[in-house]
């Protein structure tokens, strides 16, 4: 007899797990997907034209407030727990949950659901949501272009939609983010490699979408989401590590992997973080990976027009994320509201409608800002209405997209880029070298 599994997700990992080790493996059967942190992914069902010939009912997606009934009804003999971005603590919550109910509790490890390519991969990942990949990705991508090497990056995935019709995704122009209905998350990972001019895929297959983006491609870049490890084995992985977060490298799964398994680790933003921050990642990095390359590197935050900011009543928007599972309180809008004296950081909270009023109860931590949240066409609404309703003189737009491409802003806005100091981009090319020669001689 198969033994029936449940695979714990988040619309991500969890689907990537199953079509990598379960989806044609007769020896076991997927009986349900449970889904946490992303809103309204509960309630759907893993299409049967993913799921495979074993599976031509799909398989359902239940919220995972129901998982000890779940495992009771249908007899889930094994629990596979597949998202990323979750304290120790809580994850062994979670376990102890699942044990009390009788299940086996497992991972899947790097071994198991790392997909080889043909062609050289460089991952960047992360400890924390919200370190800085996006600044980084754009760093490496200049970096192998400037070497003549074609280069195709790859998003961990965000499929918030339609799981059949974002199977494989490919992003080459401003236009195919509206063909794909993109959320607002989405947006604020694909546009920037747009933007510079690259292409980038993304979607639920990552077998299927690494063998397209091989066939134009020299070298691939794998973009992480959230902190988890990568989906292919990598020829180089650089982790980015957070010290305005300090012990969170050590203190999170699946952060602490990708901190022990780096060959290159970025400490980013360190010209916001006090010398007792650093003291502490620094110590965590020496005690865990010691044989890794350390780069420290600031992030250089910077917008269109400073005066538009100086001596105004400000509402800063920052990106979503980074505030609710990543659990900061501010982001680079509001880094450089302060230092260049904003008069106020409006406190959004009055003026927020609907679901925006459930996220600041959620997540009480958050500060004086507003996340760019937008999951859905009606949750971009009431973001759009909660910016309409704040009597700020100016829009802070700290979110890696172009907002007013999403929604109509009758305010006036400014914004925020940010990017990796170009100082350690030497150091960055020194690190790369055996990658980049392996792509040239491939």
């Known amino acids: 007899m198969a033994t029936k599994v449940l695979i714990m997700g988040a619309a991500g990992r969890d689907f990537h797990n199953f079509n990598v080790f379960y989806r044609n493996n007769p020896a076991y059967k997927v009986v349900a997907f449970t ?54 603590k809580d994850l062994m919550h ?31 990942c992360a400890v924390r949501t919200g370190v800085g990949k996006s600044q980084t990705t754009r760093a490496v991508v200049k970096i192998l272009r400037e070497e003549g090497l074609k280069v195709v990056s790859i998003r961990h995935p965000m499929p918030y939609g339609n799981l059949a019709e974002q199977a494989c995704q490919r992003f080459a122009a401003m236009e195919d983010l509206d063909k794909y209905k993109c959320t607002i998350e989405e947006r604020e990972e694909y546009a920037p490699h747009i933007e510079a001019g690259s292409i980038i ?45 300090p012990g969170d490298e050590i203190g999170y799964h699946p952060g602490e992997t990708n901190l022990k398994m780096a060959d290159c680790l970025i400490v980013c933003k360190i010209d916001s973080a006090t010398k007792e921050q650093l003291e502490t990642v620094r110590k965590n990095i020496k005690e865990n990976n010691p044989k890794a390359k350390v780069i420290e590197a600031a992030s250089i935050v910077t917008c269109e027009d400073e005066t538009k900011i100086k001596g105004k ?32 950081l409006l406190d959004p909270r009055p003026y927020a409608k609907g679901s925006i009023k459930e996220v600041f109860k959620k997540f009480k931590h958050i500060g004086n800002l507003l996340p760019a949240m937008g999951y859905s066409d009606k949750q971009i609404k009431e973001l759009q209405e909660t910016i309409e309703a704040a009597p700020c003189e100016v829009l802070v737009i700290g979110t890696p997209i172009d907002l007013s491409k999403v929604i109509k802003l009758t305010t006036p806005f400014v914004r925020v880029a940010y990017e990796l100091d170009d100082k350690v981009l030497p150091d960055l090319k020194k690190c790369l070298e055996n990658v980049i020669n392996k792509a040239k001689n491939k």
């Open 35 to 88: 889904a946490n942190q992303i809103p309204d992914i509960d309630g759907r069902v893993y299409p049967p034209e993913l799921a495979g010939e074993l599976y031509p009912e799909g398989i359902p997606i239940y919220d995972e407030s129901e998982i000890t009934n779940l495992i009771k009804d249908l007899q889930v003999e094994e629990v596979i727990f597949s998202y990323s971005d979750i304290n120790h």
């Open 94 to 124: 979670k376990a102890s949950t699942v044990l009390a109910a009788g299940p086996s509790f497992k991972l899947l490890g790097p071994n198991d659901t790392c997909i080889k390519s043909k062609v050289p991969i460089i991952s960047v």
């Open 201 to 245: 895929y993304a979607g639920v297959d990552y077998e299927k979408i690494l063998r397209e983006a091989e066939k134009e491609a020299d070298i691939i870049l794998w973009d992480g989401g959230n902190n988890d490890f990568p989906f292919y084995k990598s020829d180089y992985q650089i982790v980015l590590v957070d010290p305005l977060r």
């Open 313 to 344: 009543t400000v509402l800063v928007v920052e990106d979503g994320p980074t505030l609710t599972h990543g659990e900061m309180s501010y982001g680079a809008g509001v880094v450089l509201s302060k230092r260049l004296e904003a008069k106020e």
